[in-house]
């Protein structure tokens, strides 16, 4: 039976739905049916693996394992260094002392490494500034120019102030001697492999050797066709290289 929740009568209980034990029964039974049946036979049949006095056995026995083995203290008076005075008793003030000289100590050391370091940092950076400057004001195309700058003067010398029937010629024979030179000069810088180099010195010995190796065998275009001069002059160059990589370890 359902009551009006507007009752006129004063009970605290008389605007509250009230249900007769059918309704509730055929509740119920409408909630069991709802509940697929394997799910309801599992809930049904559902037991814990472990009870609750089985639960309060472990804890126990937990407890008793945890004071039988306590966990190990630390000794912090054991990291201390101690001082031995000539009467054998410690004294504070020593242990302080002693603590604090190598604490000073080990602060020199730091710094003495880190002074060194930077040291070393800042010539290095200088060297590496110093080698790439260097290396944008005599790049290796312009190094074989110099080497065969006086060639090249000579030619143009000729084309404008040559004898006559060089002139007309278009000094052909210094031409070819002076695209000759350019073209032993990139022979040997490849052969020491000039742009890999990482000291000044290095790159200057190298223009030195290309230089002085070429003009002591060849003073005009003709020499090229000597087969002795070529012979002696790449034994010398390879004999040359040999010394410079031993030189520099390389």
């Given at each position: ?26 509740a ?50 054991a ?56 290396k ?42 002076y ?53 002696l ?18």
């Amino acid at each position: 039976m359902v009551w009006w929740p507007f009752g006129s009568s004063g009970n605290a209980n008389s605007g509250r739905i009230k249900y007769d034990e059918d309704q509730i029964r055929k509740a119920d039974a409408e909630l069991a049916s709802s509940i697929p049946k394997d799910l309801k036979d599992y809930l049904d049949n559902y037991e814990h693996s472990l009870t609750d006095r089985e639960f309060k056995e472990k804890v126990q026995l937990m407890n008793d394992i945890s004071n039988l083995n306590p966990a190990p203290s630390v000794n912090r008076a054991a990291h201390i260094p101690e001082v031995e005075e000539k009467n054998g008793s410690v004294s504070s003030d020593s242990v302080i002392e002693s603590n604090l000289n190598a604490m000073t100590s080990i602060t020199n050391e730091k710094e003495n490494i880190i002074q060194s370091t930077e040291r070393l940092s800042q010539d290095q950076l200088k060297q590496m500034r110093e080698i790439d400057e260097y290396k944008r004001k005599n790049p290796m195309h312009i190094a074989i120019l110099e080497n065969c700058s006086e060639i090249q003067y000579e030619f143009i010398n000729c084309l404008s102030n040559g004898p006559f029937f060089e002139r007309m010629k278009g000094c052909n024979d210094k031409q070819n001697f002076y695209d000759s030179c350019l073209k032993r000069q990139s022979m040997i810088f490849k052969m020491f492999d000039y742009n890999s180099m990482t000291a000044i010195e290095e790159f200057e010995e190298i223009r030195g050797i290309a230089d002085d190796t070429f003009n002591r065998y060849f003073k005009c275009n003709d020499d090229f066709e000597d087969n002795v001069k070529n012979k002696l002059f790449t034994k010398e160059l390879k004999e040359k290289r040999e010394k410079f990589y031993q030189k520099y370890e390389k």
